[in-house]
């Protein structure tokens, strides 16, 4: 792996160590390793089917790693506050407060607590009029905007994002980087993929390119923009086809 940013002896607050993920023979995370520092944004980027999603599944403990470990120092405690929003969201069938309320009860705050930090989440995210509405009728970028006052009522340590605006017209994908920007300015560390490279540039702090279940790139995002260290990122990033090391470059010839 080349280019990793210097750590300047910090601890790192997430850490992969040779982390696998396989199934059905195919290897689709390989041996990786990455550090990430407590603070900044990192955004995910790489090929289609290049194992973004698979990396974040893994670093929040969604998924197990076949080989490997994931270790995280979020408080020093053993159950980090973290948070993940998907590119569509999961709500439940209730009211948009009741989607807020349940997660907190969830992670352990008090009944009496509960209405409180939900509604000032809400109100965080522009919600408070929607507080009674069922959350599945909200628009799409009401949902997101749901999904991201969700996560801010638990004062996550670190939050996933993956491709969160993926689905959104251009005013709720604002509203998302806007959010993002909102929980950096929290402290709270951002672990992020996105397919639109505008806005990694607009959000990386560093970036991180993978491609055919590897990390090719770990490196400060002004660095990678501007001279990609892999033949795959600079391809990538002139918006061509990066064809995956692994996969034969073309079809085996038919058996006669
Ligand atoms: N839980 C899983 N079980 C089996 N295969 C998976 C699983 N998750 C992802 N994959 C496969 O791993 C590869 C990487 O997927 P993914 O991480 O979703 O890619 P990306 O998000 O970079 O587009 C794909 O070939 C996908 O089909
Ligand atoms: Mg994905």
């Known amino acids: 792996?080349?280019?990793l940013p210097p750590m300047a002896g910090q601890h790192p607050l997430l850490e992969l160590r040779d982390v696998s993920f396989v199934r059905s023979g195919r290897v689709l995370l390989d041996r990786s390793n990455l550090a990430l520092a407590p603070q900044g944004r990192t955004v995910v980027i790489g090929p289609n089917g290049a194992g973004k999603s698979l990396l974040m599944r893994l670093a929040h403990g969604l998924l197990e790693p076949s080989t490997g470990?994931?270790?995280c120092r979020c408080n020093?405690?053993?159950?980090?506050r973290q948070a993940m929003v998907f590119q569509r969201p999961v709500l439940l069938r209730r009211s948009t407060i009741?989607?807020?309320?349940?997660?907190?009860?969830?992670?352990?705050?008090?009944?009496?607590?509960?209405?409180?930090?939900?509604?000032?989440?809400?109100?965080?995210?522009?919600l408070a009029d929607l507080a009674q509405r069922p959350a599945r009728i909200l628009s799409g970028g009401e949902q997101q905007r749901l999904a991201l006052a969700r996560a801010w009522a638990l004062e996550p340590e670190i939050l996933f994002l993956d491709e969160p605006s993926s689905a959104l017209d251009p005013a709720a994908t604002k509203a998302v980087e806007d959010a993002v920007n909102v929980f950096h300015d929290k402290g709270t560390r951002i672990v992020m993929t996105t397919h639109d490279l505008g806005q990694a540039r607009r959000l990386a702090d560093e970036v991180v390119f993978m491609c055919g279940g590897r990390i090719l790139e770990h490196s400060p995002a002004s660095s990678f923009f501007d001279a990609p260290a892999t033949g795959a990122a600079?391809?990538?990033?002139?918006?061509?086809?990066?064809?995956?090391?692994h996969e034969p470059a073309t079809l085996p010839a038919t058996r006669r």
Do not use: C, K, W, Y
Not at 109 to 124: D, H, S, Y
Not at 234 to 245: K, M, S, Y
């Open 1 to 3: 792996m080349s280019g």
């Open 69 to 71: 470990a994931i270790v």
């Open 76 to 80: 020093g405690s053993a159950a980090p």
């Open 98 to 126: 009741a989607n807020v309320t349940h997660a907190l009860a969830l992670s352990g705050v008090p009944r009496r607590l509960r209405r409180g930090q939900a509604e000032r989440a809400l109100a965080r995210f522009g």
């Open 234 to 245: 600079a391809t990538f990033l002139r918006g061509e086809l990066v064809l995956d090391p």
